[in-house]
């Protein structure tokens, strides 16, 4: 089981900026994906930016030129900076983690997420 705990959701003014940090509970060099995720109201949970296996970088095309997706092993954290907020923005984000075991079970994992409200 891996426990994931999200910090630095808040409120913030259209163009603004926003960082999120996510702790893991064990070393993120065991984890086959880390990254963010985001559930807005009435809407799906969509993919923001994750890393993947083999060190590449999945982001969504809304996001791309604003928010920056960033890993430090060392403390097994994952963050993403987000500048240039626009109130589309406005969701809760889930920090993400995928481990593959060595029965090639594959688990996924949420945080329990932080809010991220952004006015117009």
């Known amino acids: 089981q891996v426990q994931l705990v999200e910090s630095g959701g808040g409120l913030v003014q259209a163009g603004g900026s926003l960082r999120l940090s996510c702790t893991a509970s064990?070393?993120?060099?065991?984890?086959?994906?880390i990254g963010w995720y985001r559930q807005a109201l009435g809407k799906q949970r969509e993919l923001v930016a994750v890393?993947?296996?083999?060190?590449?970088?999945n982001y969504a095309d809304a996001v791309k030129g604003r928010f920056t997706v960033s890993r430090d092993n060392t403390k097994n954290t994952v963050a993403l900076q987000m500048t240039s907020l626009k109130p589309e923005d406005t969701a809760v984000y889930y920090c993400y983690a995928e481990k593959l075991y060595s029965d090639a079970t594959k688990y996924y994992f949420w945080g329990q997420g932080t809010q991220v409200t952004v006015s117009s």
């Open positions: 064990e070393s993120t060099f065991n984890l086959n994906a």
């Open positions: 890393f993947n296996s083999g060190a590449t970088i």
